[in-house]
């Protein structure tokens, strides 16, 4: 089989690939294929060693200028949702299960674990409150 035709399937089945395989930049080594398969064949290159160089330094012109060209026409899905993981806290329930003594820390259970709490008044096990802020990984609280 002659060196142009195996560069040329390879091409097409990295082109068809692109569908499977998403991300832009197997259609491009496919292009890169496709352009050796055709200096093969117009005897432009010659040898195994000028075809993979061709086409690796093809591929990374192809995909550093023209990817990006690309991307702006070919958007991905994408969403931007405002998270506020604090607005979602604020205001829920939480059961004491380690006494919390003022501005010392204690430990809360919220949505099936436990985290550590603070408050300016005591709280004692087994006793209820309320998320009234967040320090990194503390929650501040104040009793119902």
Do not use: C
Request: net charge negative.
């Amino acid at each position: 089989m002659e060196a142009y035709i195996i560069w040329m399937s390879l091409g097409i089945v990295l082109i068809l690939l692109e569908f499977f395989v998403p991300g832009g930049i197997v259609v491009f080594l496919g292009v890169a294929a496709t352009l050796v398969g055709a200096g093969i064949y117009l005897n432009i290159i010659e040898t195994l060693s000028d075809a993979l160089i061709t086409w690796f330094i093809s591929s990374l012109i192809l995909m550093l200028f023209l990817r990006s060209l690309f991307m702006k026409f070919f958007e991905g899905d994408s969403s931007i949702v405002d998270v506020d993981e604090d607005h979602e806290l604020m205001g829920s329930v939480v059961v004491i299960v380690e006494t919390i003594h003022p501005y010392k820390e204690g430990r809360v259970k919220f949505r099936d674990t436990t985290w550590k709490a603070r408050s300016d008044e005591q709280l004692e096990i087994g006793a209820s409150a309320i998320i009234s802020g967040r320090d990194g990984n503390t929650l501040v609280i104040k009793s119902i």
